[in-house]
């Protein structure tokens, strides 16, 4: 640690600490509430620290043959390729669907920067259409206008855990004018739709374990297909990634330690602090200023090793459980919503959501400064999204709900500790 760090650590911590005296003499909470990497318990940890000890199997593809086995199985998918990110798995499955340059995919006007930047990075054109306010998935009204002949592939998302209002309908409009449908399960890993899991209804579809969303393997994300020919073309995409170098395996277990004791330990007030010291400088972020800017990272485009795989494997062991503990809190979110005059989400028949986030839409003031949740319901709220391609500031035309969406939904978060 250098000494210009070390002083600063040092600082931060005594202004930490001089915060929970101040609530302990004055009876507020010490711990205050978190939003991400809620489902790392003690067993990640011990996982990672175990990991971390013995180097000798770092390059063995075992563990994560076993995860992308049990992910498909779980999934009711019959393909599944691990990876780097929800935003690589993407990439594959650009790659799988065979998108040329110059050629067009439509996506809703209400997405993440990564997602539009993976069509990018493979020249692909971005068309984006508005989406509905019930779900905030594409509104199929408005995508037929925005086809044109080099039109190859339609992205739709099922965000904040629930199933997108139009699935059927974009599925069948795709299938109508002969084109490919990738779906965005990144917030949505385990919801179904007439029993079965969302992902397996399009031609391909992707899913995270980015430390935000359903499940947390810090980073990584998976890719996933019920169609042979398909399925070949994620294998070659899949086949000639590389994995990760030693160094950003370390800081990927060291950060499933750090955001356990940051982020969910019930003493993550003395905890955080202490564990800042020790893996502080290992911090990963998941998206750069650079990548924000449209620039592809040098390890773009890796697939997941052993060490992170086992995480996985561990976590994706709890996702059921996590998301039935996201049901109950949705209830009460329900009640809230009821009570003071907002809105629910709509959940479409035959649907079964699992609340990665609750999403609301409440005033502008409300979205703009969040505090009121903290002081009046002691939770911390997302603002997923602050712009309409997620966190880059941007101005996509004619998609009002999408701009709409953006200074008003607030998500509650539906694992509290
Ligand atoms: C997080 C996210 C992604 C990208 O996942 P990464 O694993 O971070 O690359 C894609 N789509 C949506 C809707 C997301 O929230």
């Given at each position: 640690m250098t000494l210009s760090r070390g002083v600063k650590v040092l600082v931060d911590i005594g202004r930490s600490q001089a915060v929970n005296f101040r609530n302990l003499v004055t009876g507020r909470p010490l711990t205050a509430p978190s939003l991400g990497?809620?489902?790392?318990?003690h067993d990640d940890v011990v996982l990672a620290r175990t990991w971390l000890r013995d180097?000798?199997?770092?390059?063995?593809r075992v563990v994560v043959d076993h995860y992308e086995t049990d992910f498909a199985n779980w999934n009711g998918s019959r393909f599944a390729f691990a990876f780097m990110g929800g935003r690589v798995a993407l990439s594959a499955c650009i790659h799988a669907l065979g998108l040329q340059p110059e050629e067009e995919v439509i996506l809703p006007g209400y997405t993440c920067i990564v997602v539009a930047n993976a069509f990018h990075f493979a020249g692909v054109r971005t068309i984006y259409s508005d989406i509905e306010?019930?779900?905030?998935?594409?509104?199929?009204?408005?995508v037929e206008e925005k086809i044109t002949t080099r039109t190859r592939a339609i992205l739709l998302q099922h965000l904040y855990g629930l199933v997108c209002r139009d699935y059927e309908a974009i599925i069948d409009l795709a299938r109508r004018h002969d084109l490919w449908i990738i779906e965005d399960c990144a917030h949505s890993t385990g919801a179904t739709y007439k029993g079965i899991k969302v992902g397996?209804?399009?031609?391909v579809a992707f899913y995270t374990s980015e430390?935000?969303?359903?499940?947390?393997?810090?980073q990584g994300g998976i890719a996933v297909t019920n169609n042979n020919n398909l399925a070949e073309k994620l294998k070659e995409y899949y086949l000639q990634a590389p994995v990760p170098d030693e160094d950003w395996i370390e800081k990927q277990l060291s950060n499933v330690i750090m955001s356990y004791y940051l982020y969910?330990?019930?003493k993550r007030w003395l905890f955080g602090d202490m564990i800042e010291i020790l893996y502080g400088k290992k911090r990963v972020v998941s998206t750069t200023k650079e990548e924000e800017n449209g620039i592809k990272p040098i390890h773009y485009g890796q697939k997941m090793p052993d060490p992170i795989a086992a995480i996985g494997l561990n976590q994706l062991g709890k996702i059921d459980r996590y998301n039935k503990y996201r049901r109950q809190a949705a209830k009460y979110w329900d009640e809230w919503c009821d009570l003071n005059g907002y809105k629910k989400p709509l959940i479409i028949k035959n649907s079964n959501p699992i609340y990665l986030r609750y999403p609301v839409l409440v005033e502008p003031e409300k979205k703009a400064d969040t505090s009121w949740a903290r002081e009046k319901l002691g939770v911390e709220l997302g603002?997923?999204?602050?712009s309409q391609l997620h966190p880059v500031k941007c101005d996509i035309k004619a998609c009002p709900n999408a701009e709409r969406a953006v200074n008003q939904c607030i998500n509650f978060p539906c694992l509290m500790e």
């Open positions: 990497s809620m489902t790392l318990d180097r000798s199997r770092w390059k063995e306010l019930d779900t905030y998935g594409l509104d199929v009204n408005g397996n209804f399009g031609d430390q935000s969303k359903v499940f947390n393997t810090i969910k330990h019930p603002v997923w999204f602050t």
